[in-house]
């Protein structure tokens, strides 16, 4: 495919409506482009600052009318149905390809790939049966995490085995699912990171700095940056990053998870070829977002600059902390003062507050991020989770 440069006054067409394509239409707007969205969901977050074209992801016929809308194509989940994603690569204009999302649609396409860039992945076994699983449970060893290969995401899909009389119950589960299926020993870590990394066509690339993630229910609650790694990790991570996104030859973004094992070993976890829960930190504390980074590069623009401008922690709004959210903004915050931090918030216009649904995000810019973590600590926003 020959790359183009798509310049500001173009329409971006989006696959998926939700608030990564709206952060994405929100930084695209500023620059001048038109965004037009495909989601079932009408008013969707996307469609509230674009036009949106209301179909199901798998209908070709709405997926031909976004093509025709848009001079460029993009997407803001990686389950893009395979036959949509053909259709749109020969009726539109779509630098990411089919190929990076054929790969990371499945976790074992995915590992190969990762093992190919020269990164490990834990040690994981391919499943085909109650014996297989048997079989590699005694090589791996227990602890093991079982996975569905595809359709998995914030822990769906997996099964923790903690000992034999784990395997035959979640087999039975597992194999509903009617995918193929992964065993993964169990990583003891130390600390869940994740470099995105941005490339162009011409291949110019760049990462943004790492982030600590902290999970809660297997969800991403905080994710604090600068990450407290030292700098012999920090660089091995986004050195493994930019080799994934040349090894697979990422146009966009592509998020690289990774857990830190107390030796020092990096081992990836997930790739995902689109913006990321980790990065919704840039949008304040980087010279440039990462969602301005995917629209330059999808356009083949000029990348920004990723520098970190300001110690920040962002902290995710599910349904349960709304509303206390919503009271806290209407009065003046003397704790945050004292501190000296500055909670942005950001909402995504979600209608439904459903406990669990993410509705937002509060990017908390701070002198350094042990302040931003004692504001998060005492907030009634976040009470329900430790940190
Ligand atoms: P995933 O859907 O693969 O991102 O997994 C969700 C979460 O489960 C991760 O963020 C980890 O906290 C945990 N997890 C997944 N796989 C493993 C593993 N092999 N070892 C330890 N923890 C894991």
Known sequence: MTPRTILPGATIGVLGGGQLGRMMAHAGNRLGYKFVTLDPTPDSPCGQTARQIVAGYGDQVAARELAALSDVIT????N??????????KES???QGSTLLYTT???????????AAGARVAPYAEIAGLNKLREAAKRLGL??????????????GQWVLRSDADLEPAWR???????ELVLEKFIVFEKEISVIAARRPSGE???????????????????????????TVRSEAERLALSIAERLGVVGLIAVEMFLASDGTLYVNELAPRPHNSGHYTMEACRTSQFEQHVRAICDLPLGDTSLLTPVVMANVLGEHVEPLLRWMSSVDEEAQELGVEPKVHLYGKAEAKHGRKMGHVNVLAPDTEAAIAWISQSDIWRANPT
Do not use: W
Not at 75 to 78: I, Q, S
Not at 105 to 115: F, G, L, N, T
């Open 75 to 78: 997407y803001e989940f990686e």
């Open 80 to 89: 893009v149905d395979a036959e949509v994603a053909a259709m749109l690569e």
């Open 93 to 95: 204009y779509v630098p």
């Open 105 to 115: 649609q499945h976790r074992i396409r995915e590992k190969r790939a990762v093992e």
């Open 143 to 156: 602890p093991a995490v079982l996975k569905t290969a595809t359709g998995g995401y914030d822990g769906r």
């Open 173 to 179: 589960e597992a194999s509903q699912a009617g995918t």
């Open 205 to 231: 690339i760049i990462t943004f700095p790492p982030a600590e993630n902290v999970h809660v229910h297997n969800i991403l609650h905080l994710s604090i940056v600068p990450a407290r790694i030292s700098d």
